[in-house]
Structures are given as structure tokens and as C-alpha cells.
């Protein structure tokens, strides 16, 4: 029974990473034509992942997997709500904070320190903000930091 629950969720995933691929074609093309690397890129890699993970899961389940119970089951919805709550304020927000928001809470609920976990969350966010910006050409929103941003 246990291996079956593994399986159901691969292909439930699989059919999400498609439906995140095909989603993912559907950009329109850049300004000034295609480009290597454009807005579609990041979420075809997420898909592809996805979709190799999804065909382990349906391949080689977990003999011993138990449904959790208790407080996991409570950290789970939290950390599923902290997700929502992340794409809700990406663009009020921007991606810098809304980042520093969602990383920390999610830091400080797997026990980190709640200083250190919001020094982290404020890291990355400010890492991967440049990655995106300055490495890929990609644009973040800045939300509420778009006053600190030149005219």
C-alpha cells in the first residue's frame, strides 16, 4: 500500500511538471527575438527536475514510506502556507523581501535561531536577486525597494 501512495504522488507530480513545461513554452517571445537565455529557461530546468523526480518516485518507491502525523503534519501546513503567502507578496513586496520573509520563517521552523534565520533569508534573497538581475538579465520586482532604485 505504501509504495502505491508513492507512485499516485509521481504521477500526480509528473502531470505537474508537464503542465509547468508546456506553461513555461507559452511565454511570449522576447522583445529583439529569442534569447538563450530568457524568461522561460528557469521554469523549463524547474519542469525537467520535476519531471525526473516524479518518474523516481513511479520507478522506485519508498518500501517504507508512513504518511506523517502530528506536529509534521502541522510544519508541513505552514510551511505549504508560508509558500502561498511568498507568491502572494512577491510583487507588493518584492522579491528581496518577500524572499527574506519566506526563507526565514521557513529557517526558523526547521530550529534555526530566528536572527540567524532572517540574516539568512535576507542573503539569499539579495544573492539570487543579483544572480537573476545581473547573471541571467532577468528582471525581479522590487516592490517596495523600487524607491532605493535610480531615476
Avoid: H
Avoid at 511538471?17 to 530568457?38: N, R
Avoid at 524547474?46 to 504518511?67: G, H
Avoid at 542573503?123 to 544572480?131: C, D, H, M, N, S
Wanted: charged letters at 10%.
Amino acid at each position: 500500500m505504501t509504495q502505491r501512495n508513492d507512485r499516485i504522488c509521481g504521477v500526480l507530480l509528473l502531470v505537474l511538471a508537464v503542465a509547468y513545461g508546456w506553461g513555461a513554452t507559452q511565454f511570449p517571445e522576447p522583445f529583439g527575438g529569442a534569447e538563450s537565455v530568457g524568461p522561460d529557461t528557469f521554469p523549463k530546468v524547474l519542469a525537467v527536475v520535476l519531471a525526473l523526480s516524479s518518474l523516481y518516485l513511479i520507478v522506485k518507491p519508498d518500501p517504507d514510506n508512513a504518511w506523517p502525523t502530528g506536529r509534521i503534519v502541522l510544519e508541513l501546513v505552514i510551511a505549504v502556507a508560508v509558500l502561498v503567502a511568498y507568491t502572494l507578496l512577491l510583487q507588493p513586496l518584492g522579491f528581496i523581501l518577500a524572499t527574506l520573509l519566506a526563507v526565514g520563517t521557513l529557517c526558523w521552523r526547521m530550529g534555526a535561531p530566528p536572527m540567524r534565520a532572517y540574516v539568512t533569508g535576507a542573503i539569499a534573497g539579495v544573492v539570487v536577486y543579483l544572480l537573476f538581475t545581473y547573471a541571467l538579465n532577468l528582471a525581479l520586482p522590487l516592490g517596495v525597494l523600487s524607491v532605493l532604485e535610480g531615476s
